[in-house]
């Protein structure tokens, strides 16, 4: 059971667009910023987002972070086949003193 | 440019120590803000963090593990230990080494990751 609370899959169609929630409480994304990361099968996590709503040098700007209160939202614009992976949000938990995770979407480009 | 790697027992039986090594380049852990950190992801399931170890040797446990955890640094080799004790099957997973980005503290770059595997 994840800390952070995301919904197992999403789908879309190419050139269409997507959104991943991330749910959390005030003493992780209430308090603390989001970040996002990307993991293609059988790779290490990519960091996406940082900073709730920052691209990394190189991320396309296709994709978009945003925060309200204590959930957070991915969006992914002009889907791509190559976008199909696993994204985790991720917090600090001030409560907890440590890094908490999202359980994780499945993103399927059909 | 920064790369991380993780080395240490592809097997481990229950009950046994876990010992895995980060050796990593592109950066010092003597470094202000500097941090490595370990996170796990068993088959088919989520990230999980484990401990992050700072630059001044200051160091953070997950509260569900902190009991069984060990993270150490070796400033002059580049490398930082973790330990695990009483290994589990459910301990089962690949375990990631990670840089913590000095100024707002995520994880930016990792390392390619090691299963382990435990099984008697």
């Known amino acids: 059971q994840s800390v952070l609370t995301q919904p197992p899959s999403a789908s879309g169609t190419p050139g269409q667009r997507v959104t991943i929630s991330c749910s959390g409480s005030?003493?992780?994304?209430?308090?603390?910023?989001v970040y996002w990361y990307q993991q293609l099968p059988g790779t290490a996590p990519k960091l996406l987002i940082y900073?709730?709503?920052q691209r990394p040098s190189g991320v396309p700007d296709r994709f978009s972070g945003s925060k309200s209160g204590t959930s957070a939202s991915l969006a992914i614009s002009g889907l791509r086949s190559e976008d199909e992976a696993d994204y985790y949000c991720?917090?600090?938990?001030?409560?907890?003193?440590?890094?908490?995770f999202g359980g994780g979407t499945k993103l399927t480009v059909l | 440019q920064i790369t991380l790697r993780e080395s240490g027992p592809t097997l481990v039986k229950p009950t046994q120590t876990l010992t895995l090594t980060c050796t990593f380049s592109?950066?010092?852990?003597?470094?202000?803000?500097?941090?490595v950190g370990w996170i796990r992801q068993p088959p088919g399931k989520a990230l999980e963090w484990l401990a992050l170890?700072?630059?001044?040797?200051?160091?953070r446990y997950s509260p569900f593990l902190k009991s069984r955890l060990a993270i150490t640094k070796d400033t002059s080799k580049n490398q930082v230990v973790l330990t695990m004790t009483n290994m589990d099957p459910v301990d089962t997973a690949t375990y990631y080494c990670?840089?913590?980005?000095?100024?707002?503290?995520?994880?930016?770059?990792w390392g390619q990751g090691t299963l382990v595997t435990v099984s008697s």
């Open positions: 990670a840089h913590r980005n000095p100024v707002y503290g995520y994880f930016d770059y």
């Open positions: 900073r709730n709503n």
């Open positions: 592109g950066f010092s852990l003597s470094t202000s803000g500097v941090g």
């Open positions: 170890i700072y630059w001044d040797d200051d160091k």
């Open positions: 991720a917090a600090w938990d001030d409560s907890l003193s440590g890094w908490v």
């Open positions: 005030s003493s992780n994304i209430g308090s603390n910023s």
